[in-house]
T-cell receptor, first 116, second 111 residues
Framework: EAQVTQNPRYLITVTGKKLTVTCSQN?????MSWYRQDPGLGLRQIYY???????DKGDVPEGYKVSRKEKRNFPLILESPSPNQTSLYFC???????????????FGPGTRLLVL | GENVEQHPSTLSVQEGDSAVIKCTYS??????FPWYKQELGKRPQLIID?????GEKKDQRIAVTLNKTAKHFSLHITETQPEDSAVYFC??????????FGSGTRLLVRP
């Protein structure tokens, strides 16, 4: 089944304790992206990747890191989480990047993070 | 950068009535406008999209219209049903890398 998966789905952690949220897609998509969703703010893009080893900042990259060593995986790293990073996080992927138009993005199930 | 504003934030309609959600964008170079539906506790899913070379697109009970001059686009849902109740997000993109979302509209369809 074609899908985007994320792990963990729920996470409670404490300030400053490094964590990684994994994202994986089995659709051979070139493009992957991370968003955070907060009430009243919609979805805001954190980082995106056009292909292996190619990543760039979205609108809210502060406090986050990403890597794209393999086409299927795009982990989100919080080196020193803070309470303002408490949010619902979504990973998404689409077939290609670099064309004239954005391609349809397929979202993962989401990861709910609470930083105490 | 691009900015997308979405109205209303909440919308309540009677089953069978139509619902309209409106979005405006700031960058005239934006060329792709998708709409996503997010049911409670679920992931956003694309329901319809439109590119800047088209003024209107329909898919059964849903349609999207685009006015490039005014820089706004709208989602129209006809003959609403209770299963249409969800949060709807509009978005705009001016390249193939970044997608800017509106703040969302919570639609409630009353039986």
């Amino acid at each position: 089944e074609a899908q985007v998966t994320q792990n963990p789905r729920y996470l409670i952690t404490v300030t400053g304790k490094k964590l990684t949220v994994t994202c994986s897609q089995n659709m051979n998509h070139e493009y992957m992206s991370w968003y955070r969703q907060d009430p009243g703010l919609g979805l805001r893009q954190i980082y995106y990747s056009m292909n292996v080893e190619v990543t760039d900042k979205g609108d809210v990259p502060e406090g986050y890191k990403v890597s794209r060593k393999e086409k299927r995986n795009f982990p989100l790293i919080l080196e020193s989480p803070s309470p303002n990073q408490t949010s619902l996080y979504f990973c998404a992927s689409s077939l290609v990047a670099g064309g004239l138009y954005q391609e349809t993005q397929y979202f993962g199930p989401g990861t709910r993070l609470l930083v105490l | 950068g691009e900015n997308v504003e979405q109205h209303p934030s909440t919308l309540s309609v009677q089953e069978g009535d139509s619902a309209v959600i409106k979005c405006t964008y700031s960058d005239s170079a934006s060329n792709y406008f998708p709409w996503y539906k997010q049911e409670l506790g679920k992931r956003p899913q694309l329901i319809i999209d439109i590119r800047s070379n088209v003024g209107e697109k329909k898919d059964q009970r849903i349609a999207v219209t685009l006015n490039k001059t005014a820089k706004h686009f709208s989602l129209h849902i006809t003959e609403t049903q209770p299963e249409d109740s969800a949060v709807y997000f509009c978005a705009a993109s001016l390249d193939s890398y970044k997608l800017i979302f509106g703040s969302g509209t919570r639609l409630l369809v009353r039986p």
